[in-house]
């Protein structure tokens, strides 16, 4: 049976259904592209990954209507279509197999599913209340927030975005590293794996997202085609997450001093990078350290100071970090200036004790503490 299709909304689908960074050796099914034709003679695609179950409907025309499936290596598959330059491409169903023909060139991939039982999930019908995609929001948290997920295989939650009805925090426990910003995700709160956030970053401003039950259906549709994807997340309440306990994290940065200093962010850069180029060691660290208006940059081999601007009183103050944690943060900040601000852990009886730094740009806060002299 043979499948005709315009090539270029065929490849503008498969970048929808196959999301290369969704695809995980520790999910087989996630490296499979499932492809098919309905009894309506209409091109089906189906990929699933961890908390994403994704369907594709293409329109063309079809030599004779029956049914047809075969699973092929989904990167190797995306790949291919990719590099095709004709207006049109042909998808002939051949002992599992299937072969592209395309202009005057012909090419045979292979099933790497040989079991006739052999089916992907699909997604949920969408229903249920309409909610606002925000894609322009989740780009945001790639962009300044989503560096901080942690990897930590003890701490699972951490491994996740935390999206709460008004913020979203990231943040990797190990480092003590949190990124919060104010902004609108989805309408309850839930933990994100990047896979999904992938997928909502994937479609068009006038896709639209539905919650139903406790996933959410995303739908993208164009003349050509219908792509729907089921979003499912994780949540505090399931036993083996545990809790972000996103309420102490968020104290984090209410509980940062109101005095700081305004730093240009550029020359901050500037000594960090000098820095990294003459450390030694395996886990060089470097020393921050505020006096008045001045901020003071100290390694083994770099003494630099930068003038800032006063916010509330002065407050002295001395932290040393780690130069890759620090890094990492102050690369992924915007504009042209950052707050810093002492970080402060309330004990009773106590005055504060200054443990981290607290820095905010026009967009995000970070929380990072510091490291045991």
Not at 123 to 138: K, Q, V
Not at 148 to 172: Q, R
Not at 257 to 263: Q, T
Request: proline fraction near 3%; aromatic fraction near 8%.
């Amino acid at each position: 049976m043979k499948f005709t299709v315009t090539t270029k909304p065929f490849q503008d689908v498969l970048d929808l259904v196959v999301v290369q960074g969704n695809i995980s050796k520790f999910y087989a099914k996630s490296t499979i592209l499932q492809i098919s034709v309905d009894t309506k003679g209409v091109l089906v695609l189906n990929s699933e990954a961890d908390s994403v179950v994704s369907e594709a409907r293409l329109k063309g025309s079809v030599d004779k209507i029956e049914n047809a499936t075969t699973f092929v290596d989904a990167v190797l598959f995306k790949q291919l279509v990719g590099t095709l330059d004709t207006p049109t491409i042909e998808l002939d169903f051949v002992d599992q197999n299937i072969v592209i023909r395309s202009g005057r060139s012909t090419f045979t991939i292979s099933s790497v599913v040989q079991s006739s039982d052999m089916q992907l999930r699909t997604p949920a019908e969408p229903s249920g209340s309409e909610c606002d995609l925000n894609a322009s929001n989740w780009k945001q948290v790639k962009d300044k927030q989503m560096y901080a997920i942690s990897e930590n295989f003890v701490k699972l939650v951490y491994t996740y975005v935390f999206n709460g009805t008004n913020e979203v925090i990231v943040g990797d426990y190990t480092s003590s590293l949190f990124t919060r910003s104010e902004l609108e995700g989805l309408p309850v709160n839930c933990l994100l794996s990047s896979n999904i956030i992938g997928v909502i970053l994937s479609v068009d401003s006038k896709s639209k997202i539905y919650h139903v039950g406790t996933s959410f259906i995303l739908v993208s549709s164009t003349d050509a085609y219908e792509f729907t994807s089921e979003l499912t997340p994780k949540y505090e309440s399931e036993p083996e997450i545990g809790s972000y306990n996103s309420e102490a994290i968020s104290s984090l940065f209410v509980n940062a001093s109101s005095d700081g200093i305004i730093i240009p962010i550029f020359l901050v850069k500037q000594l960090l990078s000098q820095t990294n180029l003459l450390a030694d060691g395996l886990s060089p660290t470097i020393k921050f350290s505020c006096s008045g208006n001045s901020l003071s940059l100290t390694s083994d081999k770099v003494d630099g100071v930068i003038e800032g601007k006063l916010i509330g009183d002065s407050r002295d103050w001395e932290l040393e970090f780690k130069l890759k944690d620090i890094m990492s943060v102050i690369s992924n900040l915007s504009g042209e200036v950052v707050g810093i601000y002492p970080g402060m852990l309330h004990e009773d009886g106590e005055d504060d004790i200054i443990t981290s730094l607290v820095f905010k740009d026009e967009d995000v806060s970070v929380v990072l503490a510091s490291i045991d002299e």
